[in-house]
C-alpha cells in the first residue's frame, strides 16, 4: 500500500460520520422550528394571533431553507393552478377558527349567508359523492378567495408535475410531497396540536369544509 494515500478507509469513516452528524443537526432543525412555534404562541389566546405567529414562522423558514439549501426537486405549481384543491383536507381547530373570524369581518351579512349555503352543499355532496369535489373557496378564476388565510394543508402541498395532480384528481393517486416543505408545515400543525392539548381543548385534526360550516352556522 502506497505511503502517500490520498484515498483511505479512514477518509471514508471520517466523512462518514461528519454526513451522520450533519443529518442528525438537520433533523433537528425542524424539531427546533416546532418548539420555537410552540414557544411562541403558549401564551396567546386569540386564533388569530395564534395563526399569524405560525405564518409568520412558516414563510421564514420556507425563506431559509430555499436561501442555504439546494434545492433538487422540481415544482410545478403556479398560480391558476388548481388541481390540489380537490383534495381533502384537515386542520388544527385554531386554523377553523382563524378563518371563520376572517370571514366574518369581512363579508357582509349577505355573503355570509350565501357562503354558509354554499358551503352546506358541498358537505352534503360530499358525504353522497364518491369523487372529489372542488374547493369551494376556489373562484371563477380558479383562484383561491381566502389565499392569504388558507390552511397550513393547503400551503404545505407541491407537487413536481401538474399531470399527476390531474390523476390524482381523477384517480385518487397521491403525489410525492417536496419533503422540506411538508416538513415545515408539519412542525406548525404540531405546535398547533400540541398547544390545545396543553390548554386541555379539543386537539384532533378536523375535515376543513365540514368543519368551517359548523362554525359559521
Given at each position: 500500500m502506497s505511503s502517500s494515500e490520498v484515498f483511505s478507509e479512514q477518509a471514508v469513516i471520517?466523512?462518514?460520520?461528519q454526513i451522520r452528524n450533519a443529518t442528525k443537526r438537520y433533523?433537528?432543525?425542524f424539531v427546533d422550528l416546532q418548539s420555537q412555534i410552540s414557544l411562541d404562541i403558549k401564551d396567546?389566546?386569540?386564533?388569530?394571533?395564534?395563526?399569524?405567529?405560525?405564518?409568520?414562522w412558516t414563510d421564514d423558514a420556507l425563506i431559509?431553507?430555499?436561501n442555504n439549501f439546494p434545492l433538487h426537486r422540481k415544482t410545478d405549481c403556479e398560480k391558476g393552478c388548481s388541481h390540489c384543491c380537490f383534495l381533502p383536507v384537515t386542520c388544527p381547530p385554531q386554523v377553523i377558527a382563524d378563518i371563520a373570524i376572517y370571514l366574518k369581518n369581512t363579508l357582509s351579512h349577505q355573503e355570509l349567508t350565501q357562503l354558509q349555503q354554499l358551503l352546506q352543499k358541498y358537505v352534503l355532496k360530499q358525504e353522497s359523492s364518491q369523487h372529489r369535489l372542488k374547493c369551494p373557496f376556489l373562484n371563477?378564476?380558479?383562484?383561491?378567495?381566502?389565499?392569504?388565510?388558507?390552511?397550513?394543508?393547503c400551503r404545505s402541498f407541491t407537487s413536481p408535475d401538474q399531470q399527476l395532480c390531474l390523476a390524482s384528481v381523477r384517480d385518487g393517486n397521491t403525489?410525492?410531497?417536496?419533503?422540506v416543505q411538508h416538513r415545515i408545515f408539519m412542525a406548525a400543525t404540531s405546535a398547533l396540536v400540541n398547544?390545545?392539548?396543553?390548554?386541555?381543548?379539543?386537539y384532533q385534526q378536523v375535515k376543513f369544509i365540514p368543519s368551517l360550516a359548523n362554525v359559521l352556522e
Open positions: 471520517e466523512t462518514a460520520e433533523e433537528q432543525l396567546l389566546d386569540s386564533p388569530v394571533q395564534i395563526m399569524s405567529v405560525c405564518r409568520k431559509f431553507f430555499s371563477q378564476h380558479d383562484l383561491c378567495s381566502i389565499y392569504e388565510y388558507r390552511p397550513l394543508a403525489v410525492t410531497q417536496d419533503p398547544l390545545c392539548k396543553q390548554n386541555g381543548l379539543p
